[in-house]
């Protein structure tokens, strides 16, 4: 199993940028999906899931009305829309795989992980 995630960088606060994480390897339309990120010294927190139809997500609060969560179960990827950067956005974003059908925010129940993609939003 593979999760590639893409589309990191650096943005400037009020910016955007789209994240994507393609896979491979298993049953796409199978798993929830969900993005967690983690800053320099901090714990790997949840940001985002959304479930295997793709009718149903969920946000951590900090992010809820700036960011979208979305996937296209016929390209086996899911995307992670931030708007409204801010300097605290900052951190590596991961993206994840979750047999469960509505998705979870505990990052340790994860069946599978994608290699990390850096976001930096300067202020």
């Keep these: 199993v593979q999760l590639q995630a893409s589309g990191g960088g650096l943005a400037q606060a009020g910016g955007s940028l789209r994240l994507s994480c393609a896979a491979s390897g298993l049953t796409f339309s199978n798993y929830a999906m969900g993005w967690f990120r983690q800053a320099p010294g901090k714990e790997r927190e949840f940001v985002a899931s959304i479930n295997r139809s793709g009718s149903s ?11 979208t ?20 956005d900052t951190a590596v974003y991961y993206c994840a795989a979750d047999r469960t059908y509505s998705g979870s925010s505990n990052y340790k129940t994860m069946d599978y992980w994608g290699k990390g993609t850096l976001v930096t939003v300067s202020s």
């Design 69 to 88: 969560i979305s996937r296209d179960n016929a390209k086996n990827t899911v995307y992670l829309q931030m708007n409204a950067l801010k300097p605290e």
């Design 57 to 67: 997500t969920k946000f951590t609060d900090s992010v809820k009305g700036r960011f």
